[in-house]
């Protein structure tokens, strides 16, 4: 930039765009200044190197609020857990239901776990009656990842993700 190009001469474009053709360094820096603005080696592999006329400081902010706006809208997804048991009642499922709506919402994964405790666990056929009633009462905004499972002996699981 500007005082740093050593290599003469230099294909010039100016700050509209147009090829100003080849010149010396000091003829291109002088027209620059006489603009009011920088002269950037845009690219020096080329020979002889392209080097424009343009507002350095300007161009270094755009980029940098570029950045920072890209990176707003990115969003990490988070695993969300919601836990059940297998003698969960219909009210108390509606409301993890409700939860688990918004949390897909915020385009985050829902993990559901029912439960089995004692004699719960020669029920399991009741925790995966549970899990596809939940699948049916959320197919309007979730897609199943992982399919209702026995995990470890005693837990069910299912895995939810947002659609797209």
Do not use: W
């Amino acid at each position: 930039m500007n005082d740093r190009i050593r290599i003469t001469p230099v294909r010039v474009v100016n700050e509209k765009g147009e090829m100003l053709g080849e010149m010396p360094t000091a003829d291109a820096l002088a027209l620059a200044a006489g603009v009011g603005m920088d002269l950037v080696e845009v690219s020096p592999e080329v020979r002889p190197p392209v080097c424009r006329i343009m507002d350095y400081g300007k161009t270094q902010y755009e980029r940098g609020k570029k950045q920072v706006n890209g990176s707003k809208r990115q969003r990490n997804q988070q695993l969300k857990q919601i836990r059940l048991r297998a003698k969960t009642g219909q009210h108390d499922i509606e409301f993890k239901v409700n939860k688990a709506r918004a949390f897909l919402e915020r385009k985050d994964k829902v993990k559901i776990n029912v439960l089995f405790r004692g004699r719960e666990n020669a029920h399991h056929e009741r925790g995966r009656e549970m899990l596809e009633g939940i699948i049916e009462m959320l197919a309007d905004t979730a897609t199943v990842e992982r399919a209702p499972s026995m995990d470890s002996g005693r837990s069910m699981t299912m895995t939810l993700i947002p659609k797209a």
